[in-house]
């Protein structure tokens, strides 16, 4: 009977040290959880900081480029010289200016008797009345001026003098000779001017050369809003490159911190990616706002072009990022264990295995190649993944086709590595074509799932 008593205390003791167990274990995870709950709410706090430093980001990064280095903003705003809206408005600036300053009575006074009839008869010949006939050879002249070459060495040699002023409107730096009184940045037409007199002598109206030195402004930059926008430049010039790279380390931080680091990942690069759009659609409405607050004698198409001509690069980078962001998110949404991922990662694996054996059949033989990077393989990749990385980081000013060119060259680079990789597999098993292929294929999908379950960890 003993033995029986003695069993069953025993069993009582198990199961007792078994309830104990559970409830330690139970007390341990609620910890556990609070854990995750703690690592979750920084790591989201961190990529919502970083997603909304990414417009700030750009913009300081633009206003630094644009505003500290003058051959960037020449190179900026030289194509406005050849842009016809551009042409137009100086053209309208400096026959108004030019006529402003023709008193016509006294300038055909000023005349040589024999050639009076000379110069109305020409003036006559373009019809209207003789101001309205001056006014229109006065803007055809100007018009020749500023579509021919001399017409963009003046623009990009004023520009250039102008940089200085560009950056103290917006920065609100007041120090050195140039002080800016207004909230507008002008360029000083007299050069054109010039050239226009001397093409409506050439033409026959010699009485042209008495008209005095004329200084006319041609707007570049005007707001009077403008003031109040400066600290916030200002600040966003000194950050210059930085920020940029503290939005991106905030984003970095919160999907290491994460939990579930592929969702982590494919969320902040998605944000990432919105962020930038939203920074691109702010853009489309303020140029509405701005064109809207000009005043009446400024044009609204070429105040609309330059404006467009100021931002296109700061648009580029907003390209780049979307695109950089809808990639990686795509790339990591690869890696998962979702349904559609796998089935994508088995086409892929299949494709290559077919192109091996094919190769096979070819007779096509890599030697020692295919065992070198089969063995170095995960190494490889890394080493193609940070080589992309580095190439679009050192590219000077990439554009969203940069991007999509590196991943496609990177996309090709996993595909060799893969298929050297699953050559070595073949010919390790077996000398025959369709059994060599069938034990490539084999191991190629149990090799498939590593790279994802790496991703997790």
Not at 35 to 41: A, I, M, T, V
Not at 163 to 185: C, F
Request: hydrophobic share 50%.
């Amino acid at each position: 009977m003993g033995a029986p008593g003695g069993g069953t205390d025993d069993e009582l003791t198990t199961l007792r040290a078994r309830v104990a167990a559970l409830e330690a274990s139970s007390a341990g995870a609620a910890p556990r959880r609070e854990h995750h709950r703690l690592r979750s709410f920084f790591s989201g706090l961190l990529v919502v900081i970083g997603c909304v430093l990414v417009p700030l980001g750009l913009v300081a990064a633009w206003t630094a480029d644009l505003l500290g280095d003058t051959d960037r903003y020449v190179q900026t705003v030289t194509p406005l010289a050849s842009d016809p809206d551009v042409q137009a408005a100086v053209a309208n600036r400096v026959t108004g200016a030019v006529m402003e300053h023709v008193d016509l009575p006294a300038l055909l006074e000023g005349v040589a008797p024999d050639q009076r009839p000379l110069v109305e008869k020409a003036l006559g010949k373009l019809g209207g009345s003789l101001e309205s006939a001056l006014s229109s050879f006065v803007h055809d002249r100007a018009q020749d001026v500023v579509a021919s070459p001399a017409f963009e060495t003046i623009w990009t040699d004023a520009n250039r003098a102008i940089h200085t002023s560009l950056d103290r409107a917006l920065t609100g730096d007041e120090d050195g000779a140039v002080k800016i009184e207004t909230d507008s940045v002008t360029i000083d037409l007299a050069p054109v001017i010039e050239r226009v007199k001397e093409r409506l002598v050439d033409g026959g109206l010699t009485v042209a050369s008495n008209i005095p030195e004329i200084h006319t402004d041609f707007t570049v930059l005007r707001s009077d809003d403008i003031g109040k926008a400066k600290t916030g430049f200002a600040l966003l010039q000194s950050l210059g490159l930085w920020l940029p790279v503290i939005a991106v380390l905030c984003v970095a931080g919160g999907v290491l911190l994460a939990v579930r680091r592929r969702r982590a990942l494919v969320a902040a690069a998605l944000g990432f990616a919105v962020a930038a759009l939203v920074l691109g659609i702010a853009l489309t409405v303020f140029r509405t706002v701005y064109l809207n607050a000009l005043p009446a004698s400024v044009s609204p198409a070429a105040a609309g072009t330059v404006y467009d001509t100021l931002i296109r690069f700061l648009r580029t980078s907003v390209r780049v990022c979307a695109v950089l962001g809808v990639l990686v998110a795509l790339a990591a949404w690869l890696s998962g264990p979702s349904r559609p991922a796998v089935l994508v990662r088995g086409l892929w694996r299949s494709g290559i295995a077919a192109t091996r054996s094919t190769a096979d059949r070819a007779g096509m033989r890599l030697g020692p190649v295919g065992g070198f990077v089969h063995r170095f393989r995960l190494w490889i990749v890394w080493i193609l993944v940070a080589g992309a990385a580095l190439a679009f980081v050192l590219w000077p000013h990439p554009t969203g086709w940069v991007v999509i060119g590196l991943a496609l060259a990177l996309l090709f680079a996993l595909a060799v590595t893969d298929f050297l990789a699953a050559t070595d597999v073949a010919a390790e098993g077996g000398d025959g074509e369709g059994g060599g292929g069938g034990d490539g294929v084999e191991a190629g999908e149990k090799r498939g799932p590593a790279p994802g379950r790496a991703g997790d960890a």
